[in-house]
């Protein structure tokens, strides 16, 4: 079973950057899709980027696209996400996830993702 420990948040002012990271235990972590996912106070949990077990295949939706890039390194166990030209909008929890496999009609729904981390929290201030 794989577990996941998020870090790298903090407080941040806008048009910053910030670099979240996600720490997976387990010997198979090369197999699971990973994913990005935030919360913020009042709102629903929303998609913010996912790569492919491998690493080839990235997805984001239009909202960080050009701003956030999700990468991954196997040999490490590790997750990333580079966030950048931070608004406050971006201001949230963010949330390390992970599945078995990726596909693309399942990786921006939460509900699909089965490993979770605690949440690194983010504020971007104006």
């Known amino acids: 079973q794989v577990q996941l420990v998020e870090s790298g948040g903090g407080l941040v002012q806008a048009g910053g950057s910030l670099r979240l990271s996600c720490s997976a235990s387990g010997r198979t972590f090369s197999a699971y899709g990973m994913g990005w996912f935030r919360q913020a106070p009042g709102k629903e949990r929303e998609f913010v980027a996912a790569i492919s077990g491998r690493g080839d295949s990235t997805h984001y939706p239009d909202s960080v696209k050009g701003r956030f890039t999700i990468s991954r390194d196997n040999a490490k166990n590790m997750v990333y996400l580079q966030m950048n030209s931070l608004k406050p909008e971006d201001t949230a929890v963010y949330y390390c996830?992970?599945?078995?496999?990726?596909?693309?009609?399942?990786?921006?729904?939460?509900?699909?993702?089965?490993?979770w981390g605690q949440g690194t929290q983010v504020t971007v201030s104006s």
């Open positions: 996830a992970g599945r078995l496999g990726y596909y693309l009609d399942l990786i921006e729904r939460e509900s699909a993702y089965t490993l």
